[in-house]
């Protein structure tokens, strides 16, 4: 059978099929050697070939191959092995969710990510999130922010999810892709998914 990973969680993986089953899926053991480059051999996004078997009365699956990846981002791991940790792959749309407070995103870290992007041909959409909190000097921050973005080639929405500014937008510009959520922890990446579609949680 044939699926993508939705879920890892390091050495379970759920794989939703064609169909649209899941399955709870482990590694074949000469899959963990072969090759692996990085940390972790199968990541979210990879579409699979996987097998079911039984054991100890108990059906499982057995991931056999990974399918050639169409892209992917990475970040460097932390250890001295000079490998990196693949954080998704075969990503459509990553949105990168920034804020000017509540916490600070600096440019230095959008520009990273942006570079990191673009090494890997990946599509980025800036979301300067929170504008409800901001006072006008502070819009007129944002609005240079997004001038100088936008200049360069990139999409960017301002959003909240207090007042909705904007969430029909981004819905609708992400919809019917694979999308990578980005940015500092309590930027708002979460409330945001949430906001788009609620029965996630």
Not at 27 to 55: A, H, M, W, Y
Request: net charge neutral; with cysteine; glycine share 6%.
């Amino acid at each position: 059978m044939t699926g993508t990973v939705y879920k890892s969680t390091g050495s379970w993986y759920s794989v939703k099929t064609e169909e649209g089953e899941f399955y709870d899926c482990k590694i074949k053991g000469k899959l963990r050697l072969e090759k692996i480059s990085s940390t972790n051999p199968i990541v979210v996004g990879d579409k699979v070939d996987f097998i079911i078997e039984t054991q100890d009365e108990v059906s499982i699956g057995v991931i056999q191959r990974i399918h050639e990846r169409n892209n992917y981002i990475v970040r460097k791991s932390v250890n001295l092995s000079k490998q990196s940790h693949i954080l998704a792959s075969n990503i459509d749309l990553l949105v990168l969710v920034v804020t000017l407070k509540d916490p600070i995103t600096t440019t230095s870290f959008i520009d990273r990510f942006l570079v990191n992007a673009e090494a890997y041909s990946i599509k980025t959409l800036l979301v300067f999130n929170k504008v409800d909190l901001f006072d006008q000097s502070e819009i007129e921050i944002i609005n240079d922010m997004v001038r100088i973005y936008s200049n360069i080639g990139y999409k960017c929405l301002c959003t909240s999810t207090v007042n909705k500014h904007n969430i029909l937008e981004l819905r609708e510009y992400i919809s019917a892709k694979k999308i990578m959520f980005g940015g500092h922890s309590g930027v708002g990446k979460t409330s945001l998914i949430n906001c788009i579609d609620p029965s996630l949680e």
